[in-house]
C-alpha cells in the first residue's frame, strides 16, 4: 500500500492480527459475541487483496442479504484508508459476498446448460413451492385421505429438513415431525413427484440452490475448475450452516487451503432449520493436522456489566465449549431488568424509553427493541405508529401490513362506514365464489339492506358463495346495528374470519395468533371509532424487504426478531417478553435440544447491546396457542434462563403501569351543532 494508506491489521490485536494474516492453510476462529469474528475476516479480505489477491477470486459466505452488504462495506472502507484514497474516489473491486442460496443461485445459471438445467430457470419462493407441493399432493389423491395428510406447509417442512440435513424422510419424521410417522411411504413418494415437477416447469425451490449446488460439485468437471477459480473462501457464523453446506465447502476446496471459517457455538441459533452446530466443532478434526485454530477473548463490543451478565447466562448452559471474554469498557451501568404489568405497558414503556435516549443525543437508529417472534412486537408497533416514531423491522411483517391483519381490519372499517368500498371489496374478495368482476353487488345489495330508504337490489349470490355470504351479510347487518358492540364485535369478526383465514392462508394456525393479538389489542381501547383511529395514523413507509436500505436517510428504531439480529449491535438494546413461553418460547413441546438453542437465543439478544441493555418482564403475558381455549392471560413468569442466582448482575426497575389515556372532558360544555344549526334561523 502507498505510505498514506493505513495498514488493516494496524487496529486488531494480535490474535486478530494472526487470523487476518494467516497463510493459505484452513482456519478456524471461533470466539464469542463481539470479538471482532467479523471485523477480522474484513481486515482479512483486505490484507489478501492488498497483498496481490484477486479480489474476484475471493468467495464471502454470509447468512443474510444485509450481512453480505455490511461485510463488503467494512471490507470497501478498510480498503478506501489502506488505499489513501479520498471517500469521493471509486472504492477498488471488491470480493464476491453473499449468501450461500444467492451464490449457489449465480453459479448454477452459470453452468446450467452443463447440468441439465434450463438457463432461465425460475427460482420458486416458500409460498410457490407450497402451492406446487399442494398440487402434486391433490394429484396423488392425498389431500381426500380420511386420515388428515399433513397440510401442504408441513410436506414442505418436512422435505426442506430432509434435504438440508441430507437425511431420509423416515428419521426426519420420527424425529421432528413424530405426527406424521403414519404417513412416510407417501410423504417419501410425494417428493417424489414434488421433484420431478419441478424438473419439468425447470424451477428450482429454495433447498435446490444448496441441493443443486452440493450435487454438481460431485462432478469433478466441474468441482475442478470452480475450486480453481476461487482461491479463498470465507464464510461467518459458520455455527449456524447445515450439512450441505458444509458439504459444499469441503468441495469447493478439498483440502481445506484456502477456507476461513469464523463462528461461535454459543451462538448456535439455527438448529431449528437443520443447521449443524457439530460443522464448527468438527472443522479441526475435519482438517487435520493442517488446521489452525485461532480463538478471540476479548470483547470489544459491551461494557463490563453487560458481559457479566451475558456470561452468566450462557455459563449456566450444561455443554459448550468453554470460553470466557473479557473487556476494558469499564462502566458503572449493569442492564435493568424491568418489570411491567403487561404488554401494552410494556409498549408505552419502551417508547418512552426510547424517546428518552434520544433527548440524550442517541439516535433512534442506535437503538433496537428485540424479540422471540415477530408478532411478539405488535403492541409495540401500535404504539410506535400512534406517536410517530419512525421503525424499520426486521424478520417478519409489519403487524399492520400481514394480509390477514388486513382482512379482519377491512371488515371493522367497512361496518364504520359502508361507503368504503376499498375496505368492502376486499371483505366481499374473501367469500369463496365471488370474485373481483361482481363484488360491485353484492356490496350494493348490502348497503341497501342497511340503509330502510334506499331501493332493494336484488342479488343472489352464487351456489358456492350462499353459505359464506348469509354469515357475513348477518354479521356486517349487526355491526351497523352496534351489536355485540365494542369491544367484542372484533371478537366476532375474527370468528367469523377464523374459516376463511384456514382456506385462504396457510400457516394459518400463526395468523391466528396475528388474530388474537389484534382483538386483544383492542380490548385496550375505548371504542372502535378510536381504535381505527389510532390504527390510521400512517405507519412508516419502510417495510420488511427494505428494512435498513442504506437510501432510507430518515432516523429509525430498528425492531427485529432476536433470529435476524445475529452479528449486529447498537449502542441501547431492548428485550421484550423476557418470560417463560417467550424465552424459551412454546412450553411444553421443546426438547433439551430445543430449550438450549433458545438459551443462546437470549445470549445472542443480550451481547448485541453495547452500552445499555433492558430486558423486560411483563407480569400478564398474554400466551395464546397454549390457552386457545381457556383463560387467555397467564400470569408470566421471569424467564427460567434467567434464576434468582443472576439477579444481582442486574438493576431492577418496576416502573408505574400508567394505564391512562390523555384525559378528555366527561361533561359536555355546550353543543355546538345546535348552535352551527341556528345559525340559519
Ligand atoms: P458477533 O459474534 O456478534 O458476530 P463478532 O465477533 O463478529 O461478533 P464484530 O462485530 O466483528 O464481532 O466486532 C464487534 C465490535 O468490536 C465492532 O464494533 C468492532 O468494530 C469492534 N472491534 C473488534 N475488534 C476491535 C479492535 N481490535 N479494536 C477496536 N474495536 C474492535
Ligand atoms: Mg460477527
Known sequence: PPPSGTDPLAALNDAQREAASHLGGPLLVIAGAGSGKTLTLAARVAHLVLNGADPQRLLLLTFSRRAAQELQRRCAALLHQALGLKPTQAAPVLPWAGTFHSVGARLLREQALAIGLSEQFTVLDRGDAEDLMALVRQQRGLAATAKRFPMKGTCLSIYSRCVNSQSAVGPVVQQVFPWCQDWVDELQALFADYEAAKQDQQVLDYDDLLLWWHT??????????????????????????????????????????????????????????????????????????????????????????????????????????????????????????????????????????????REQGLTLMRQAVLFRSSHHSAALELELARRRIPFVKYGGLKFLEAAHVKDVLAVLRWAENPRNRLAGLRVALLVPGIGPAHARRPLDTLAAAADPGAAMATWQPPAAATVEWQALATLWLALRRGEPGWPGELQAIADWYAPQLERLHEHAAARQTDIDQLVQLARGQRSRERFLTELALDPPEASSDNAGDPSLDEDYLILSTIHAAKGQEWQAVTLLNVVDGCVPGDLGVGTTAELEEERRLLYVAMTRARQHLDLIVPQRFYVTQQHRHGDRHMYGARSRFLPPELLPLFTHATPRADGSEPTRPTTQVMDLREKLRSRWG
Not at 279 to 286: A, K, V
Not at 331 to 338: D, G
Request: a negative charge; aromatic letters at 8%; charged letters at 25%.
Open 216 to 357: 454438481m460439485m460431485q462432478e469433478p468437471a466441474i468441482a475442478g475448475p470452480l475450486s480453481e477459480r476461487f482461491q479463498h473462501v470465507l464464510v461467518d457464523e459458520y455455527q449456524d450452516t447445515n450439512r450441505l453446506q458444509a458439504g459444499i465447502l469441503r468441495a469447493l476446496k478439498p483440502g481445506g487451503g484456502g477456507v476461513t471459517v469464523v463462528g461461535d457455538d454459543a451462538q448456535a441459533i439455527y438448529g431449528f432449520r437443520a443447521a449443524e452446530v457439530r460443522n464448527i466443532l468438527d472443522f479441526p478434526g475435519q482438517y487435520s493436522p493442517a488446521a489452525r485454530i485461532v480463538t478471540l477473548d476479548r470483547n470489544y463490543r459491551s461494557t463490563q456489566p453487560l458481559l457479566d451478565a451475558a456470561n452468566a447466562v450462557i455459563a449456566l448452559a450444561p455443554e459448550r465449549f468453554a470460553k470466557t471474554l473479557w473487556t476494558d469498557r469499564a462502566s458503572a451501568e449493569k442492564p435493568r431488568l424491568v418489570t411491567v404489568e403487561d404488554e401494552p405497558t410494556q409498549a408505552r414503556w419502551v417508547c418512552e424509553q426510547v424517546l428518552a435516549r
